[in-house]
């Protein structure tokens, strides 16, 4: 009796949302503003050389394009009578197009708890008149912001974007170019402070224990060592106390160290634990849960943990994200992959949140010959698709989805937009 209460209950759950998502559609469908449907955005190009950095890219989807449109790009609060650095005049429905300027450098120490444009802005044009905007922003409290539609919401009915490898980041200001090494372990070209400000809210952690080194705790990429933990931990303790933002930190992965002593587990947890108790979410309140209790309880951390051995002797660390990867080399195979998982997922009654890696995997002769040009360039190669995908295909599927070189995606704003979607009373 106790299955079917809790099939019902989740059944239940599942036809909400399944109303929810169909609401947002018809909303949209329903609007007379031929530019309720459409996008323009900007991201910046993950590519690097000694001659190339931070290229701003505009991209845009309009089903009802016209003759005559232009998209433009300002360095200012986008007029009629604002002078343009670029512009153009899209022929396809779709697309991306990169442009020849570098968006300056932006020091996480100049970004804000208050959303905030970074200079530049894009605006579709229609006959002279600005029809549709958008910025570089930054979103540090977009879930707190929207409490009063998405606090009956469980993480697993949500869209949440994340990082994958967060952090395997380098923080690059001039042009140059990477070595071998740097081209396939950095993933990500912010740190975890700026990454969590610009949006993102669900971390992907590997962590490596060195008892030999000063600091023995680090943030791993494989086997190697990147950053101490204790920075990453530093920057979470500062976006935590500056919002109310509900963080996923999620520690997948022992690459160096751990072996098969659960000891070393155990003075990671005790270390986690020390530096985190007063933000962690306890395990009790499970992943059904919502956001709404998540806020009530004050603790807005969740650490999920890849050791099922260890995670049930503490309340403070949960089962970990599932990972969804492909572990493919292609475009054309990635959109396989994905488009499978979130088929599938449409039907799931599963509770626990997934992630889906959404970026192509080299194998070892592809890193030692260097065959896809490095993490930077297959990142380049699938970002704008994944964005695409999820904005127009997988929107009602998608729970979290992790990119390397977020800054290069959409995925912030379209996880965001869905959101909206998925939860709207309109």
């Known amino acids: 009796m106790k299955f079917l209460y809790s099939y019902y209950i989740l059944t239940i759950a599942t036809l909400l949302i399944v109303v929810r998502c169909s609401a947002s559609k018809s909303c949209s469908r329903n609007s007379t503003d031929e530019f309720a449907n459409s996008h323009v955005g900007l991201i910046i190009s993950p590519m690097l050389s000694s001659s190339e950095i931070r290229r701003i890219e505009i991209y845009w989807t309009h089903a009802n394009l016209q003759s005559g449109d232009v998209i433009a790009l300002y360095d200012e609060?986008?007029?009629?009578?604002?002078?343009?650095?670029?512009s153009f005049e899209p022929h396809t429905i779709n697309g991306i197009l990169k442009t020849r300027l570098q968006?300056?450098?932006?020091?996480?120490?100049?970004?804000?708890?208050?959303r905030q444009c970074l200079k530049y802005h894009v605006a579709w044009l229609r006959n002279g008149v600005i029809r549709k905007t958008n910025c570089l922003e930054t979103r540090p409290n977009w879930l707190a912001q929207r409490k009063s539609t998405l606090g009956s919401a469980r993480i697993r009915d949500l869209f949440?974007?994340?990082?994958?490898?967060?952090?395997?980041?380098?923080?690059?200001?001039?042009?140059?170019?990477?070595?071998?090494?740097?081209?396939?372990?950095?993933?990500?070209?912010?740190?975890v402070l700026a990454q969590l400000i610009y949006g993102i809210r669900y971390l992907d952690i590997r962590v490596g224990y060195y008892p030999l080194l000063n600091q023995v705790w680090w943030g791993n990429h494989g086997i190697v060592n990147v950053v101490p933990l204790q920075t990453i931990i530093n920057?979470?303790?500062i976006f935590l106390n500056n919002t109310e933002e509900i963080v996923i930190f999620d520690v997948q992965e022992f690459p160096i160290g751990f072996g098969s002593d659960l000891s070393i587990h155990h003075k990671l947890v005790a270390y986690l634990e020390k530096q985190l108790g007063d933000y962690l979410?306890?395990?009790?309140?499970?992943?059904?849960?919502?956001?709404?209790?998540?806020?009530?309880?004050?603790?807005r951390l969740i650490i999920g943990y890849d050791q099922s051995s260890v995670v049930p002797l503490y309340n403070s660390i949960w089962p970990c994200v599932t990972h969804q990867w492909g572990n493919v080399?292609?475009?054309?195979?990635?959109?396989?992959?994905?488009?499978?998982i979130e088929t599938a997922a449409m039907s799931s009654l599963v509770v626990n949140p997934r992630s889906a890696m959404a970026q192509m995997t080299p194998n070892t002769w592809d890193v030692i010959l260097d065959r896809l040009g490095g993490l930077r360039k297959m990142a380049n190669d699938v970002n704008i698709n994944v964005t695409t995908w999820y904005a127009t295909k997988w929107h009602n599927s998608a729970n979290i989805v992790a990119v390397d070189f977020f800054k290069g995606s959409g995925i912030i704003e379209t996880s965001i937009e869905w959101n909206d979607k998925r939860f709207s009373s309109c």
């Not at 968006?103 to 208050?114: G, R």
């Not at 990082?163 to 070595?179: G, L």
């Open 235 to 237: 920057d979470l303790k």
């Open 77 to 86: 609060e986008p007029r009629e009578v604002a002078t343009a650095l670029y």
């Open 329 to 340: 080399r292609s475009v054309s195979a990635l959109y396989t992959y994905l488009n499978r």
């Open 160 to 191: 949440l974007p994340g990082t994958h490898d967060s952090v395997s980041y380098s923080i690059v200001q001039s042009p140059t170019n990477d070595n071998i090494i740097d081209k396939y372990v950095i993933a990500q070209d912010e740190d």
């Open 281 to 299: 979410l306890p395990k009790s309140y499970g992943w059904s849960t919502t956001l709404d209790n998540i806020w009530a309880s004050g603790k």
């Open 103 to 114: 968006a300056d450098f932006v020091p996480t120490s100049n970004l804000t708890f208050e």
